[in-house]
């Protein structure tokens, strides 16, 4: 939810993070000394010491992550089904991954994302993001350099082209060519008389 709503501010993130939990833990999560210094990283470290399960089940999040993206690799453009079906797995682990707090950014889950389609269509990716791509901005409208696009718009541009690709194929395949259609329709005009003077 923080990297959906972009909040950048340390003291914001905790001031943020702390208003959607029970009161009793609101209570001990601000006694903390890391949340009075406003210092996020650090809150996150002592979190971990206080609740060690989320070490645990971050690990086991990102393990699952490394794992998807070793057995799925190589998707081509002409692969829309194989794209579809590892983008849903891809995002249910994402999900989990960046709930607060996120174990994980932006980068290198766009990383590990690419890294799963072959060459060709990670060219053809890049081309298109580099055309149509939205840059991703912080709040003083600044765009990095190593880290410019969001996963979500990464992935929407990987599933338009390898839509695109299916398209393309299924009119080679299934249709006959424009050509041809319009030598067919000008051979009917010529042998079928226009008027009965002609037909006699």
Not at 86 to 105: E, H, N, R, S, Y
Not at 171 to 182: D, L, S, T
């Amino acid at each position: 939810m923080l990297v959906t709503t972009e909040i950048t501010d340390e003291a914001q993130k905790l001031r943020w993070l702390t208003e959607y939990i029970d009161l009793d833990i609101n209570d001990q999560w601000t006694s903390f000394e890391e949340y009075a210094q406003g210092n996020w990283d650090d809150f996150l470290s002592r979190l971990r010491i206080e609740y060690p399960e989320i070490t645990n089940e971050e690990q086991g999040s990102m393990d699952k992550l490394r794992w998807l993206c070793r057995e799925i690799t190589e998707i081509g453009l002409a692969k829309e089904e194989r794209l579809l079906d590892f983008k849903w797995k891809f995002l249910f682990i994402v999900q989990k991954c960046l709930k607060p707090p996120a174990i994980t950014g932006n980068r290198e889950l766009v990383e590990h994302f690419v890294r799963c389609l072959d060459t060709n269509f990670r060219e053809a990716l890049n081309s298109r993001l580099s055309l149509q791509g939205q840059l991703k901005v912080d709040s003083m409208g600044r765009s990095r350099v190593e880290d410019p696009y969001n996963l979500e718009h990464v992935v929407e541009k990987a599933v338009e082209l390898a839509s695109g690709k299916t398209i393309a194929r299924a009119m080679q395949h299934g249709a006959a060519p424009v050509g041809r259609v319009r030598k067919i329709d000008l051979d009917l005009r010529v042998s079928v008389p226009f008027t009965r003077a002609e037909a006699m």
